[in-house]
């Protein structure tokens, strides 16, 4: 059963998302401020934290930066605004999800469901002699591993999205793609239609791959196109 952490200061929320996906096989703790939160983490670990934008101590997204310097659980945040601004924040803060208030408790269990298969896919132990390896650049994706590593072996962490969203890249290369067929390629029909949001993860891959973010080289814009991966692509 998964355990899924809600962090909420409104009592009925609370109260209905407890019972509901108490109703679907998960476990679930609550927390109403950011001490509460940390104090429920220390205790028990969380498969998927939920985690509302308007909290009374700290804002929910100065929570989620505190939280990702030390963990990568994933975290779905919840926003009574429907301004994309408290979007792209949230996934430029390290959020893996975003929800809209008011909002159907089906939805969020999509999208909890969702998070959970990406994160199960990134800490899934893999055998050592079956693994695929996309090389472009400079750069090896270990698709199975679900590792990016530089031609010296150094490491760059990926969150899930931005390893999904490099795969789409890394599996369709020299080929323009536009917003709508990277959402699709890379989360699924879990995704909302978001534009902003592929803009914000291309934005953080290029940070992570490219000499320099203001003039990429990788992963060029094509005006009125969406992106491409200009280097060719091979396996090994």
């Not at 959970?116 to 650049?137: I, K, V, W, Y």
Request: charged fraction near 30%; glycine fraction near 4%.
């Amino acid at each position: 059963m998964p355990h899924i952490l809600l962090v909420d200061d409104d009592e009925d929320i609370l109260t209905l998302l407890t019972h509901f996906l108490q109703n679907h096989a998960c476990r679930v703790s609550v927390a109403r401020d950011g001490a509460e939160m940390f104090a429920v983490l220390e205790a028990k670990r969380a498969d998927v934290i939920v985690l509302d934008v308007m909290l009374p101590d700290e804002s929910g997204f100065d929570l989620c930066r505190r939280l990702r310097t030390g963990s990568s659980v994933p975290v779905i945040m919840l926003t009574a605004v429907s301004d994309h601004t408290d979007r792209v924040v949230g996934l430029e803060i390290g959020a893996d999800d975003y929800l809209t208030k008011p909002f159907n408790p089906r939805e969020l269990l999509a999208r909890i469901k969702a998070v959970l298969r990406r994160s199960e896919a990134n800490h899934a132990p893999q055998p050592r002699d079956t693994r695929p390896m996309l090389c472009f650049g400079r750069w090896r994706l270990d698709v199975t591993r679900r590792e990016l590593r530089s031609d010296d072996n150094m490491l760059v962490s990926l969150s899930a999205g931005e390893f999904d969203l490099l795969l789409a890249f890394a599996e369709h290369p020299q080929r323009v793609l536009t917003r709508d067929v990277l959402m699709d390629l890379a989360r699924g029909e879990s995704h909302a239609a978001f534009d902003r949001s592929i803009d914000v993860q291309v934005s953080r891959l290029r940070r992570k791959l490219e000499d320099s973010s203001k003039s990429p080289e990788l992963i060029r814009t094509v005006r009125n196109g969406g992106y491409i991966l200009m280097a060719p692509v091979s396996r090994s």
